[in-house]
């Protein structure tokens, strides 16, 4: 699938590291270094800005090895770029270690994820069907 790309930045398109990824890194475009406190968070442009077509979303995840190592995520993930919108790609990053963490021009911050997805019709009724599980929640299917 194609996808229309403005690159308002310098650095390189995102892209897929192996064969079988499903999401391509997203770097920083900012002028100079960004000192993110523990619990502080920021809005880190990439310069980026996509036209998916309909029917399709782009997912902005956490990337695994730098919350594992410093306790950096993307604060509402996954964050979702609806196909109609055409503003510049921003990850909102927070950082939930005690260390302060600084973000480079050019660092990898997050993963981007494109997806498809389908749009319902709510049908009311006064009753849903049953089912084995039920209204069972939040860990009531146990622990093995």
């Given at each position: ?52 077509p ?20 993307v ?26 963490f ?13 997806a ?29």
């Amino acid at each position: 699938m194609k996808v229309k790309i403005v690159n308002k930045s310098t650095l390189d398109l995102p892209a897929y590291s192996t064969p079988y990824s499903a999401g391509m890194d997203l770097r920083a475009d900012i002028a100079e270094p960004i000192t993110l406190s523990p619990l502080e968070r920021v809005m880190v442009p990439t310069g980026l800005h996509i036209e998916l077509p309909a029917g399709y979303e782009a997912q902005v995840r956490p990337r695994s090895g730098l919350a594992a190592k410093f306790g950096i995520t993307v604060l509402n993930s996954p964050g979702t770029i609806d196909a109609d919108y055409r503003g510049e790609i921003k990850v909102i990053l927070v950082n939930l270690s005690n260390e302060s963490f600084v973000i480079n021009r050019g660092e990898r911050i997050a993963q981007m994820v494109i997806a498809r997805y389908e749009q319902i019709e709510w049908e009311s009724v006064s009753e849903l069907s049953d089912s084995e599980r039920g209204e069972g929640g939040f860990g009531s299917t146990g622990k093995e």
